[in-house]
């Protein structure tokens, strides 16, 4: 296909390399920022950092929307799947996510009825075969998910559907970002922006990056070749004293983003005033709700939750992890009280 | 699309090159078919002008955008430099 193999090629991706071999001053150490969770994974399938000079160190952002999720978020989807006569729906990812008391998949065994979708649409079908039950479905992701959502409660209202309700922790990746700018410690030369967020919001919301923080940003695409490509053009761009925001991922990503899904997202949802972010705090304006037309099909007017702060377990340095102070096996419980398996954080569960 | 490599790939904001293969537009509901050949149901009402035989990239069973690979970025074809063994 198109899309895939060609950015798979590994004697371009060796060329690549050379050029970014080329491009980098000795002596200079470089830190970039791969934004999000997407990018990390494909940097660790692929092994791209085994092709950059030691000199140029990747580290990860915030942008994986399983390991952002507060406890005290958890909880509430938990009391809700707990609700007599409840179908819970949520990704596979979040029933291992820690809660102050335990998983969505704890819940599960204990007899709530949480089924795994792969789509906010997979729940909605649920809905309909199940007229006589609530169907609640946990949102989480950034603006690249939150589309998938605005369109099934679209549906959930054209149709009429009075048993589908939405608990909504959708996020937005500016804000994080910005506040990550504003800490003392930060110390990145360069933003490898997130191509399928991008795909949405389009290049312009992140043009603050350059002009306020005097950082490049390239939006990239996930193969191999376009982290390498993205990783030359901030390079490039330092070199040649260029500082913008650059778009490498143009075969999917237009400037302007996709203008149809921005419509639909503003009506959908309102922007929370502030929201929590695991590791990070409370971050304004950067969650959405269901907006007042919406009101009906949000399960946290429907059913009455905790909404209770749980604070980050001591030992867990998720926070340090999401603003890339520290890499995920320098925590201090990293394999060790906090596994795949017993989540403490996190960043444990989703890569 | 699945949950593969052990991870999920609508929570870690993978999304997918799928090519429609039939499109109701009266829904704005398509099949479409992803490169391991798996058919799902995607809806496409976001993605303008998308069509039969186009390729569009899906996430959480919503096309994004249409792809245009006419537009990827050239990559130069220059080789590694002599003894170029990375450090």
Request: charged fraction near 25%; aromatic fraction near 6%; hydrophobic fraction near 40%.
């Amino acid at each position: 296909m198109r899309f895939v193999d060609e950015f798979r090629d590994a004697e371009l991706g060796r060329a690549l390399a050379g050029e970014i071999l080329a491009a980098v001053e000795p002596g200079r150490h470089y830190k970039l920022m791969e934004v999000c969770g997407g990018h990390t994974h494909s940097i660790y399938k692929y092994g791209v950092d085994d092709l950059l000079p030691a000199n140029v160190e990747l580290v990860h952002g915030p942008g994986c929307p399983v390991c952002v999720i507060p406890m005290g978020r958890v909880d509430d989807g938990i009391a809700i799947a707990h609700e007599p006569g409840v179908i819970f729906t949520c990704f596979g990812d979040m029933l291992r996510v820690p809660g102050s008391n335990g998983t969505l998949l704890d819940a599960k065994a204990q007899g709530a009825d949480i089924r795994m979708v792969y789509s906010p649409l997979d729940a909605l079908r649920i809905a309909r075969a199940n007229p006589d039950r609530e169907v609640v479905f946990f949102a989480i992701g950034f603006e690249t998910t939150a589309p998938s959502t605005a369109l099934t409660l679209k549906r959930a209202k054209a149709e009429g559907l009075r048993n589908f309700s939405c608990i909504c922790n959708h996020v937005t990746i500016v804000p994080p970002l910005r506040a990550l700018l504003e800490s003392p410690d930060l110390r990145l030369d360069g933003f490898i922006g997130p191509g399928h967020v991008c795909t949405v919001v389009g290049g312009r919301p992140f043009s603050f990056i350059p002009a306020d923080y005097g950082r490049p940003l390239v939006i990239a695409g996930f193969e191999p070749l376009d982290l390498l490509q993205a990783i030359h053009m901030i390079l490039r761009q330092l070199a040649e004293g260029r500082c913008e925001v650059e778009n490498q991922y143009k075969r999917v990503v237009p400037w302007e983003g996709n203008l149809r899904a921005l419509e639909v997202l503003a009506e959908v949802f309102a922007l929370r005033p502030h929201f929590e972010w695991r590791g990070l705090g409370f971050i304004s304006q950067s969650a959405l709700r269901l907006s007042d037309a919406y009101a009906d099909l949000d399960a946290e007017r429907r059913f009455s939750v905790p909404g209770v702060r749980v604070a980050d377990p001591k030992a867990c340095q998720c926070g340090e992890v999401l603003k890339g102070v520290i890499k995920p096996w320098e925590c201090k419980v990293f394999g060790t009280a906090c596994t795949p398996e017993h989540a403490i954080g996190t960043c444990m569960v989703s890569p | 699309m699945g949950c593969a490599d052990d991870h999920c790939i609508t929570c870690s904001d993978a999304a997918v090159p799928m090519r429609v293969r039939r499109l109701d537009r009266a829904s704005g509901l398509a099949e479409c078919v992803g490169d391991d050949g798996v058919a799902s149901e995607v809806d496409l009402t976001l993605v303008e002008g998308a069509g039969e035989g186009d390729t569009v990239l899906v996430h959480a069973g919503v096309g994004l955008a249409h792809g245009r690979p006419d537009d990827a970025v050239p990559i130069s074809r220059r080789p590694m430099p002599r003894g170029g063994d990375l450090p």
